[in-house]
């Protein structure tokens, strides 16, 4: 799940703010949300995400308020197969039985490792979590790079032993709509999530119509990086939700920056040239996605005299028939979005 960070980004804003974690980590039958869908929910009443269509989040509060107030973890179970309106299903006939693991989550638990944390997520690294399961413990959590290096831990989860982390190994990348994957290690029980990054989406060209694709794209967990040399139009006043700007040429960009491997790349610069030098630079490099705005055969220019390979995408864009600006963009992060979990598909049947 990719809310994870998001979730990061809440508490490191409000570091003197209480939240608690509602993660769901088992699902009988069928319901909204399936397992690992999260909830970040402040003691104030805001939150981040849902668990299920708005039925179960009011008593849901309450719970994360004694998880704060009593610095445990809870479990919670929901009943969602009644037809009528006695049970939680208040109507709805899920026709699925969910449990819910809340847990206390502050910024102040450990500043330094959310940081260590934040960062290697920027980087397009993923990030293990290992949670202790139970019902009225002190929370226990610790968390692991992709390599299995322990990043660090909240409260005494300082568990190193072979066997432990053989165990976080086997089921770390495992995706199961109906559970998060589960162990038991002297008598306790785990829970395994593997956080999906940011990916990192490159917009080169700060036209008008980039404005309505950076903007959508933030709402989709990219990290978005606008370059173009103009700082008249590559600035704050156009592109309030970007993470960064370069006022840069792409291609003195492109000499020193190089990019990570999770990286989706999309030109729209509308200057030939300098679509032909991101070409020249970027064409050969690994990236998830690399898309050029404008008809194939004005990308096959940009090409020549070498043939265009297959996994440049041109024209961009999933084909709706789109027009204006914001439709083109919808149709642009449909094809990322498609890309995207089907690379986490097929990484998931590997």
């Known amino acids: 799940m990719r809310d994870f960070y998001k979730m990061l980004e809440t508490i490191q804003n409000n570091p003197d703010k209480k939240f608690s974690l509602a993660t769901i980590f088992r699902v009988q039958g069928s319901s909204y949300r399936k397992a690992g869908a999260k909830m970040l929910i402040g003691e104030d009443g805001q939150h981040i995400g849902t668990i299920s269509a708005g039925c179960l989040e009011g008593d849901l509060f309450y719970h994360a308020l004694a998880s704060m107030k009593q610095k445990e973890t809870k479990i919670v179970t929901y009943d969602l197969m009644a037809e009528d309106d006695l049970g939680w299903g208040q109507g709805a ?32 690294e993923e990030v293990v979590s290992v949670k202790r399961l139970g019902d009225n413990i002190y929370p226990q959590t610790l968390y692991y790079s ?106 003195i960009f492109l000499r020193n920056y190089k990019m990570p491997h999770n990286s989706y790349c999309i030109v729209m610069t509308h200057h030939f040239q300098r679509d032909k030098e991101i070409m020249e630079q970027l064409k050969d490099r690994p990236l998830k996605y690399l898309g050029f705005l404008g008809p194939r055969s004005r990308t096959e220019r940009l090409c020549a005299p070498d043939p265009l390979p297959e996994r440049i995408h041109s024209p961009i864009g999933i084909e709706i028939f ?26 998931q049947k590997a």
């Open 146 to 251: 992709m390599e299995f290096e322990l990043l660090g831990a909240i409260g005494d989860g300082d568990i190193a032993d072979g066997a432990f982390v053989d165990k976080v190994k086997q089921l770390a990348g495992v995706r199961n709509k109906k559970e998060i994957p589960t162990f038991s290690h002297e008598g306790k029980a785990y829970i395994v999530e593997t956080h999906l990054p940011k990916d990192l989406l490159y917009v080169f060209g700060a036209g008008p119509d980039a404005e309505p694709l950076v903007k959508f794209a933030s709402s989709l967990d990219f990290h978005i990086t606008v370059i173009d040399p103009r700082s008249a139009r590559c600035n704050r006043d156009f592109f309030e939700a970007a993470d960064v700007l370069v006022v840069e040429h792409p291609k």
């Open 322 to 347: 789109a027009e204006g600006a914001e439709e083109i963009s919808i149709s642009i992060l449909s094809e990322l979005i498609k890309i995207r979990n089907s690379h986490y598909l097929m990484k």
């Open 93 to 124: 006939g899920c026709n699925g039985i969910i449990d819910v693991f809340v847990e206390p989550f502050y910024w102040a638990d450990c500043p330094s490792l959310y940081e260590k944390i934040m960062e290697a997520m920027r980087q397009g």
